[in-house]
C-alpha cells in the first residue's frame, strides 16, 4: 500500500504563485508514475500534470503548460507542483496520484494512489 499527504494549498490572487507537495509512503519502490489531478465545483475533475520517476519524463494539461511545473525528489518520495501565474480558474480541489504503471499519465481514472487533496482558491 501508498499513502499519499497533499499540502501547500491555499488563496491567492490572480498571477501568483502556489507550490503544492505530495509526500508518498509505504511501498513506494514500486511506484513509477506520479500525477497532479484536480477537479472544480460542478466540473469534471482533470489531469493537470504527471511524472514518470523513471527517466523523468513530464506530461501537462494544454490549459497549464508553461505556468506549472511537476518535479520530484526521489530520495523525499515528494513530488511537487509549482504554480506560477495562478488564474481564477485554476481553483480547485488538487489531488495527487501514483501507480506503478498507467497507460495515459493524465488520464482521469488510472491511478490507484490517491491522496485526500489540498484546496486552491485563485481570487481574480
Known amino acids: 500500500q501508498v499513502q499519499l499527504v497533499e499540502s501547500g494549498g491555499g488563496s491567492v490572487q490572480a498571477g501568483g504563485s502556489l507550490r503544492l507537495s505530495c509526500a508518498a509512503s509505504?511501498?513506494?519502490?514500486?511506484?513509477?508514475?506520479m500525477a497532479w489531478f484536480r477537479q472544480a465545483p460542478g466540473k469534471e475533475g482533470e489531469g493537470v500534470a504527471a511524472i514518470y520517476n523513471g527517466g523523468g519524463s513530464t506530461w501537462y494539461a494544454d490549459s497549464v503548460k508553461g505556468r506549472f511545473t511537476i518535479s520530484q525528489d526521489k530520495a523525499k518520495d515528494t513530488v511537487t507542483l509549482q504554480m506560477n501565474s495562478l488564474k481564477a480558474e485554476d481553483t480547485a480541489m488538487y489531488y495527487c496520484?501514483?501507480?506503478?504503471?498507467?497507460?495515459?499519465?493524465?488520464?482521469?481514472?488510472?491511478?490507484?494512489?490517491w491522496g485526500r487533496g489540498t484546496q486552491v482558491t485563485v481570487s481574480s
Open positions: 496520484a501514483a501507480d506503478s504503471w498507467v497507460a495515459r499519465p493524465l488520464q482521469l481514472h488510472g491511478y490507484k494512489y
Open positions: 509505504g511501498s513506494t519502490l514500486s511506484i513509477r508514475y
